[in-house]
């Protein structure tokens, strides 16, 4: 007897708010909570498929908020998922691209929802589906961004005591470019050569800024700057990557393949910094990445600041990546005052280690779910800081 073909069922959103363990200071937003959009798949055989959408600083990073993620996921994409074959993910991402133009987040968390399904109804993990992982754990850095250098410091020299992380990015382009500068500097003396420092100025700085900016921080020993002009501004990259030895990172300025090719192709950036989320979902994260590879830029796998969801996800996809010259920044779960996982992702020896599959080898904790869902009716307070 033929078995019949295994059926999308029905697609759930809840929108969780999560405290952060510290105010987080970036130049557009301080976050004290983040709000992670969750993403459940029902099969008609039973099996389930879980997925995360998330963005930084509600409407202040880029042009999806939480509230918009849900909503595209549950007027468009829901209903023209809904009946089709689980299995054929390929149809289904060929389909979201098709009806829903931009909101890429929103897409990665439902691919991601039917990547994971998919590999737990063959009993494997996310990363076979992706020709298998070639590591079992990724350097992996943190964020400094108390808003205070004496507080940065003290967080910086107690990662390296502990062995977590060895990698530090530095959130600046909200005070001036010398105070900043003089910020960066300070770090960097403290933490000496046992620690590599790079910096992420979400897009803040003009490129006149940037020219006086990289200067001193190359100067200061800072390794690499993360975008630091307006996403659309890929002259100012280009000439930003080409006029200074420390390396220059595109983030922002990388939606989906279409912008790997060209950034590439002008030479606007030394290192990708690859989001799952930014880009569309692991399939197009993957294209993005093989683009930047070609190209002989720099990999670097980057983070919306998701829960142990969407991190163990992105985990399965970098594990098949050969090299990644800048490690990866998927701490997310770390900056949360609670880990939504039955079992929270492992951060060891300046690591973080791939989950076990099958599927994206994460099980949610039923009560966190109903204590953080923002529909739960509870109000969620941010803890006391910056
Ligand atoms: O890269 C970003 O802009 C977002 C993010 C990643 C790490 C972090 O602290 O914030
Ligand atoms: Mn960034």
């Known amino acids: 007897m033929v078995s019949p073909v295994t059926k999308i069922d029905q697609i759930e959103t809840v929108i969780l708010d999560i405290p952060t363990i510290r105010g987080h200071v970036l130049s557009m937003a301080t976050m004290r909570v983040q709000a992670a959009v969750l993403v459940r798949v029902r099969f008609s055989d039973g099996s389930e498929g879980i997925g995360e959408g998330t963005t930084i600083g509600g409407l202040s990073y ?103 992380h060895n990698i530090f990015k ?29 910096v ?32 659309r501004q890929r002259r100012a990259m280009a000439e930003l990557a080409q006029g200074y030895e420390i390396a220059v990172m595109a983030d922002e300025s990388l939606n989906g393949p279409e912008d790997a090719l060209e950034v590439a192709s002008a030479r606007a950036a030394d290192v990708f910094a690859v989001k799952v989320a930014q880009s569309g979902g692991l399939k197009r994260a993957s294209e993005v990445i093989a683009i930047g590879q070609s190209s002989g830029l720099g990999l670097y796998a980057g983070t919306m600041l998701e829960t142990g969801l969407g991190t163990a996800a992105a985990l399965h996809l970098f594990a098949t990546v050969e090299t990644l010259r800048w490690g990866t920044e998927l701490f997310g779960p770390l900056l949360l005052t609670a880990d939504i996982l039955a079992e929270p992702i492992v951060y060891r020896d300046f690591c973080v280690e791939i989950p076990q599959g099958p599927g994206i080898g994460a099980t949610l904790d039923p009560d966190k779910i109903d204590f953080y869902r923002r529909d739960g009716g509870r109000t969620v307070k941010a803890v006391a800081g910056e």
């Open 200 to 231: 992420d100025v979400n897009t803040a700085w003009s490129l006149q800024d940037a020219r006086w900016g990289l200067k001193g921080l190359q100067d200061a020993g800072c390794e690499l700057v993360e975008q630091p002009v307006p996403a």
């Open 62 to 164: 880029g042009p999806e908020s939480p509230e918009s993620i849900r909503s595209a996921i549950d007027t468009y994409i829901a209903p023209a998922v809904t009946g089709r074959d689980a299995d054929d993910v390929n149809g289904a991402i060929q389909l979201m691209d098709k009806l829903v133009k931009g909101n890429r987040i929103a897409r990665a968390a439902v691919e991601i929802a039917l990547w994971d399904g998919l590999a737990k109804r063959l009993g494997v993990p996310v990363s076979q589906l992706f020709g298998g992982a070639v590591h079992d754990r990724l350097p992996v850095a943190w964020t400094l961004a108390s808003g205070n250098s004496d507080t940065d410091i003290a967080e910086a020299l107690e990662m390296i005591e502990t062995r977590r």
């Open 170 to 198: 530095l959130k600046i382009g909200k005070r001036a470019v010398a105070e900043d500068v003089a910020h960066v500097a300070r770090i960097k003396r403290a933490v000496g050569d046992a620690a590599s420092v790079r």
